[in-house]
């Protein structure tokens, strides 16, 4: 823990992406925050899972739609290519231990946030349609109360949604089930000479990597020397070149609800992680190569959806649809990793290439206190394949603390007190990519 204090202006559960970019947003605007996370470090999936690519934020003409704190966290896929995944361009890319450093920067040079690790908020009370306070139980000594005005969800699965007693779905329409859960590993050491493209950090390269070692994983598959249902290799370089991420074992069925299938998920990604290591080895190129590290946190793509004032749709999305509350832009394809372990499937946003995230989105239906600031918001299990990647989440998070900094700020008593065009000023002001009327605010 950091400080003390146990009332805050707002209250972010889950320091990932989406909880750090509400945090920096909220306390840019002077309001006192309270960053909690479970876990020792901060972070959340996109240091401790490592995910690697920097996944599509730009429009059909190659524009950025996810400046702002994005462009803080990942200056360089500013500068490389125009996401046009030409065999040429190089991939964008980042290091998750270089990641958690700035994460750790930015955050160290505000003031106004308090981060608390290794502290799992355990329960909330609430008064009608607010949330009156959290309590959160470190890994050592007795639980706090925590008061706050305004109260953020970051917590990727709706945890502190569903604490509030507030609704939400699970899982896909048909049956319920959700996209894969993975296991990523770094592998090191081997020698691009070796390969039929040494420009690994090319899209040429990498997708020439993954055919050259899918024929070895294939064949080990026909051995029978894995459970991972995926059909092919999919892999990713570091920035520097010299080592590459695995995105590639797929676990089904795990319920992210409950410690005991994500503990079991685990054990049979990091098995699956073992067994494809060792079938990339069969390739001359690697057969000197390690494995650096196996992340140490599961990947889980999908939990629950918190239903907001609007859901986001599939239809929304694919459509490029715009929206007068819009307070952020994805545009990153829908990506659903098959629930039955199948691969992934990609379907591209139409023109121009993204769509609007509308702020009732944002606010959990029935909860005037409650902001949505992770991949937990409200939309179907098609839209959040798509919002979910760090491009959109970080959008989600700057503009959910904008949102509650000037709900705060204005004294209000429902985050619907205060409108869009107000959030889109902000955010504009402070380099965010918007569309659509603002209205200017004055904070004294
Ligand atoms: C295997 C995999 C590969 C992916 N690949 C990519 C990729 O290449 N590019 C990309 O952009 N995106 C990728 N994604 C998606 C992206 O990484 C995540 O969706 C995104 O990082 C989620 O951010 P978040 O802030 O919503 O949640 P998280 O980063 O998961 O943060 C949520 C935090 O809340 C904490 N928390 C939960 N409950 C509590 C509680 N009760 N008390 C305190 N803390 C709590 C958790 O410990 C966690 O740190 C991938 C995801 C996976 C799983």
Known sequence: MTAKETKYDIVIVGAGVGGICAA???ARLRRSVLLVEEMKEIGGTGVHSAVSLICMFRDKNGRPINNGIHRELFPQAYTVGKGLFDV?????????KELKEKYEALLKAEPLIAVWTDCKVTGVVTETDKIVSITVAPGEGEPVSVNGDFFLDATADGNLSAMAGAEFQIGREEDGKLQ?????FKMTGFDPSKLQNSRIATWGGIR?????????????????GTRNPRPSVLCF???DGRGILFNSTAVTDVDPTSAESV??????????ALQLAEAVKRHPAFAEAEVEFVAPKLGVR??????????????????ARKFDDMVAACAYSLDIHDPLGGGAKLVKIGDPGYYHIPYRALIAKGRKNLLLSSRCISGTHEAHSS?????????IGEAAGTAAALAVWSKANDARDVSAARIRYVLQAGGQFVEGDVEKVTLK
């Open 24 to 26: 920096l947003a909220a």
């Open 88 to 96: 040429e361009e190089t991939v964008p890319t980042y290091d998750e």
């Open 180 to 184: 894969t859960a993975t296991v990523t």
């Open 208 to 224: 020439s990597l993954r055919q050259e070692l899918t024929v070895h994983y294939k064949q080990l598959k026909e051995e029978g």
């Open 237 to 239: 370089p570091y920035p």
């Open 263 to 272: 503990a079991a998920g685990m054990r049979e990604g990091t098995e699956q």
């Open 302 to 319: 999908e939990g629950r959806r918190v239903i907001g004032d609007y859901v986001l749709t599939a239809d929304d999305c694919l459509n």
């Open 387 to 395: 919002y979910r990647v760090m491009s959109g989440v970080s959008a």
